[in-house]
């Protein structure tokens, strides 16, 4: 099981342990859930380089407003609960964004309130 926490501008909220390709490039981040973001997650440049992520692709995102962008892929793992997961990262400046194709199998409970909770557990 995840767990998270609603912020007060309502935004659910979960953190991850990301992995690079070194094992002792380790660090937690703070992703928001985006249900309208049908990847596994974004993280920004900076972010990336700094776990060292290794190059996956190159390949185009529909982002807000339905525009159409070049983005670049990197590879990561994840602590998704007891497990460690290899994931795709989209590089997106802003916060880290948590998105669908990391949810699928997933139940997602929330608190929707200030200082609410998050809980995200497999199905």
């Known amino acids: ?19 690079g390709a070194a094992a002792d490039k380790i660090t937690d981040i703070d992703a928001i859930l985006d249900t309208g973001f049908n990847d596994q997650l974004t993280m920004p440049r900076s972010l990336i380089q700094s776990l060292g992520l ?3 692709t190159v390949g185009e995102a529909k982002v807000a407003g339905e525009v159409l962008i070049s983005t670049t892929y990197f590879q990561a793992t994840v602590r998704w609960g007891d497990v460690q997961k290899r994931i795709s990262v989209m590089e997106l400046e802003g916060a880290p964004l948590l998105g669908m194709a ?10 929707v309130i200030a200082g609410g909770s998050v809980t995200i557990e497999n199905v």
């Open 54 to 56: 290794p190059f996956q």
């Open 102 to 111: 990391l949810l699928i199998q997933h139940r997602i409970m929330l608190d």
């Open 1 to 19: 099981m995840i767990v998270g926490r609603v912020t007060a501008e309502l935004e659910a909220i979960v953190r991850l342990q990301i992995r």
